[in-house]
């Protein structure tokens, strides 16, 4: 993964474009793309491939994945992930999002009431350290995080901080491990596959050698010259060389047409 990605579903470049399937003034980008916005991110991350937030809020709606109140609806990640080129697992664990991070995944998480949202609302989990998990909210100037001590706010209002991971056992609601698509080519042979690659490589060597071997023109064999008096049959055939199955077929020619 390279350089992350973060977007604002309040930038001004799109925070005024709608995200509503019945056409709601009030329903924008800014007000309710959060989960677009976050999914956004995770591909622009991920990939050579820059999604922004218009984009994904345009699919989620063209495809029916936009609520009429609520948002974004859950199914929108998994259905995204297929048509934008990344994998999406759907789990409620933790403790598979925290192995996920640490293996390099982002993770976007349906947060309910609390610490991040008063209703409802879509963060991006990139990366962990101890018990403290490392997100980028599309809501930069958020004001839910409270002073308790388990959101580390950093630079105020940059939209990336640090949640104490209790927030997100009490918390969050539903998880989507984000990843990039994994070439068969670019996944390493196991011990098995290795073997059989290195027996492989070995039969082909061995043939090679055959094959050299059994082309290889040279000099005419002493049961030739024993049997036929001479490499040349006596000035019949211009420097004789031949491979040692081309002197078992001339022989066999000149036998037969004695």
């Known amino acids: 993964m390279g350089k992350l990605v973060y977007y604002s579903q309040e930038d001004r470049r799109w925070a005024h474009l709608l995200y509503s399937n019945r056409r709601d003034p009030e329903q924008t980008i800014a007000t309710s793309g959060c989960g677009p916005t976050c999914f956004a991110m995770a591909v ?16 989620s709606v063209k495809h029916g994945y936009r609520t009429p109140d609520n948002g974004t609806d859950w199914f929108y990640f998994e259905a995204a992930a297929k048509a934008f080129g990344v994998s999406c697992k759907r789990t409620g664990n933790l403790q598979e999002v925290k192995a996920a991070l640490e293996s390099g995944a982002l993770v976007i ?35 839910r ?21 209790i927030v997100f056992k009490r918390e969050a609601r539903q998880y989507w491990i984000i990843n990039r698509l994994i070439k068969e080519e670019d ?39 024993k049997e036929f008096g001479s490499a040349d049959l006596g000035g019949k055939i211009h420097d004789p060389r031949f491979s040692e199955e081309g002197w078992r077929v001339l022989a066999v020619g000149v036998r037969l047409s004695k």
């Open 44 to 59: 622009s991350s991920l990939t050579d491939r820059e999604l922004l937030p218009p984009e994904a809020a345009d699919w």
């Open 109 to 143: 998480a349906s947060m309910g009431k609390g610490h991040m949202t008063g209703a409802g609302h879509y963060v991006l989990m990139v990366g962990i350290n101890g018990k403290w998990i490392d997100v980028l909210d599309p809501n930069p100037d958020n004001i």
């Open 145 to 165: 995080y409270g002073a308790d001590g388990l959101i580390d706010q950093g630079v105020k209002n940059d939209g990336r901080i640090k949640a104490d991971e």
């Open 187 to 225: 996944e390493p042979m196991t011990k098995e596959e290795k073997q059989a690659f290195d027996a492989m490589r070995e039969d082909v060597a061995g043939l090679k050698l055959a094959l050299e071997a059994a082309t290889k023109k040279i000099k005419a064999p002493a049961w030739f010259i």
